[in-house]
């Protein structure tokens, strides 16, 4: 029983120090004159994250970039076809209702 003790004690000052007493916290608006550190630019912090994200990208190779391309162009096709029979199809039938 002593380890489970031990380790319940371990686990319990870990969730402790892994959360910060609010309490404790002074929000930079109450502080007491103090000087505050100078805030990061933003618009280099946000150029830094992005170019950390595109690190992270992965790209197509340029045989892949070929054959969806490829499938893109095939599709788009078919359903010009598609579309284009349709519409042959339903004027032919509209002339012949409306001309009886």
Do not use: C, H, R
């Not at 910060?20 to 916290?25: S, T």
């Not at 990208?57 to 599709?75: A, E, H, R, S, Y």
């Not at 339903?90 to 009886?100: F, T």
């Amino acid at each position: 029983m002593a380890k489970e003790e031990l380790k319940s004690e371990k686990v319990s000052k870990k969730e402790a120090s892994a959360k910060p007493d609010k309490k404790k916290e002074k929000s930079p608006a109450k502080s007491s004159g103090k000087s505050q550190k100078k805030q990061p630019n933003k618009v280099a912090k946000y150029f830094k994250d992005l170019k950390s994200e595109f690190k992270k990208v992965v790209w197509p190779t340029k045989k892949q970039v070929i054959n969806n391309t490829m499938v893109v162009l095939v599709t788009i096709l078919l359903i010009g076809v598609f579309v284009g029979l349709f519409d042959t199809l339903a004027g032919w039938l509209l002339k012949l209702v409306l001309n009886k």
